[in-house]
């Protein structure tokens, strides 16, 4: 009986220590020396994206030919979802065999490990990539963006020109104002909604913290704590003249007319053609509207309408992040990780969608010259995500959560004329402060 119970143990010994190995062979992200590391790999890795532009366009195809001169034998399979944020989600939890590479979707950070595979530590990767700490949790990096997005607006110059406004709008007011002028003046649609898609509405989120406020710490950190963070500060800053906007430009018709049928695919060659003045996204958003039609010398794209005494801020971070598979083999994983470093170091994609560089030696592309003198205020980390995440399901308001239901009863309420904006932030002010006392955060 020893003797069998010795030989178990044994076993024992030599299976953990095989699955330690195991472990322990995936490379660290900073640790692939490209060109050089796992040249001769052979794998077939398959890649869910949201962006589906670019796989009808042919653009990731040439992306992975490139990648396939120096790596011939990994081949990359890619699929684009429309709905991305919802499909993804769906196959992520319904199914192991989703494929090997994903565009993060909105996972609670807890939750990295059970799905996604480490890139390495965040202190280390933190030295070499901006936003690393996007996707990690409890010191490992689950993810590495695709590309950094500062906040603004895509806007159309020509349109601008012809409306007759000279400057760019550096305030609340100036910007209704200059939508305003666009409607007397020129047939676009002043401010594009995108209403229909959804998600698109969760964008107006991403201007809260930095660009509204100067504060990196606002949203993460402070608006935890912050017992009426959607009040009026009376000074045309912060959540509520973020927010403020949008329920203006509505209420004065300064939108679509019909705003529950947009159209996010068609927005893009509208905005290229002239038939829209601006909307209110992401820099991501620039170079799929700059490549929808022949005029894309007239996209540029500018800071949101905000200044804190007297200085614009941008926020600044990370786009959808490139994710592993932590139940794909092993072999899988690590060609994974090389087509993502491959990506982020030499394929340019960053540079070629206006995006703010992953790498820290990357190259800035030009529509940012309208930033200048315009502070980029990156967003760090929550200091407990965990938290964050329970306040933002408690409260329901999901700020980046996609929280887009709230905005959208936003654009419901200021064109129906049902509540006042005041009423709104009412409302979400009491849902935070009584999920802040739920979850015993003691509100200042």
Known sequence: MKKILALALSLMLILSAFSFATAEALPTFDAIVLGTDYVD?????????HRTDLVESGALANYVAEF????????????????????????????????????????????????????????????????????????VVYGIPSTGNAQGIVYNKAVFEKAGITELPKTPDEFIAALKLIKENTEAIPLYTNYAAGWTMGAWDAYIGGSATGNANFINIDMI??????????????????????????????????????????????????????????????SQMRDAGPNGADIGYMSFPITVDGKQFASAGADYC?????????????????????????????????GIPINKDGQYPDLYAAF?????????????????????????????????????????????????????????????????????????
């Open 372 to 444: 200048d003198g315009i502070e980029f205020v990156p967003d760090p980390a929550a200091v407990d995500q965990q938290l964050v995440d329970d306040l933002n399901n408690e409260s329901g308001l999901l700020i980046n959560r996609a929280g887009d239901a709230k905005i959208q009863k936003i654009i419901e309420a200021a064109f129906n004329q049902t509540a006042t904006f005041d009423e709104i932030m009412a409302d979400w002010n009491t849902n935070w402060a009584e999920a802040q006392e739920t979850l015993g955060i003691t509100a200042q």
């Open 68 to 139: 396939n001169k120096v790596y011939p034998n990994i081949t990359v399979e890619f699929e684009g979802i429309t709905d991305y944020a919802q499909d993804s989600l769906t196959r992520l939890t319904g199914s192991d065999d989703w494929g090997d590479i994903m565009m993060l979707p909105q996972v609670e950070a807890s939750e990295y490990a059970t799905y996604f595979a480490p890139y390495g530590a965040l202190e280390v990767l933190a030295e070499s990539y901006n936003f690393a700490d996007a996707k990690a949790f409890e010191g």
């Open 322 to 354: 490139y994710a592993i598979n932590t139940k794909a083999d092993l072999n899988n994983q690590i060609a994974a990780m090389v087509f993502v470093k491959w990506m982020t170091h030499e394929s340019g994609f960053a540079y070629n969608e206006g």
């Open 225 to 286: 704590t912050d017992a009426d963070p959607f009040a009026d500060n009376g000074n045309g800053t912060g959540p509520y003249a973020v927010y403020k906007i949008l329920y203006d430009a509505v209420a004065n018709g300064l939108i679509e007319e019909d705003y529950t049928t947009t159209d996010w695919e068609g927005c893009k060659v509208m905005i290229n053609n002239g038939e829209i003045g601006c909307m209110v996204l992401g820099s991501w958003a620039f």
């Open 41 to 49: 790999t052979t794998a077939t890795i398959k890649w869910l994206t």
